[in-house]
């Protein structure tokens, strides 16, 4: 199972993703865009896809704004 993570307009939500195959950052923006409605289509263009393994071994995908500080 793979959670993905979109904070969009200063709200935070996990979503479950079951799926078999890889996701591009791509494929993220699109489901992101398929799940939030009112977002245009290129609402993710410049968001940034971070991807991390949980101490049990499910995939977690941040879906999230750029941030002026930090690396």
Partial sequence: ???LNITYNGLSTDVPLERETL???ADVRRIAV???APAQTD?????VVDRFRAPGGEER???RPKVPFGA
Avoid at 43 to 47: P, R, V
Wanted: hydrophobic share 40%; net charge negative; charged share 10%.
């Fill in 43 to 47: 609402s993710f263009q410049h968001y």
């Fill in 23 to 25: 996701l591009t950052d």
């Fill in 1 to 3: 199972m793979t959670t």
């Fill in 34 to 36: 398929e799940l939030l």
């Fill in 61 to 63: 995908i941040y879906l």
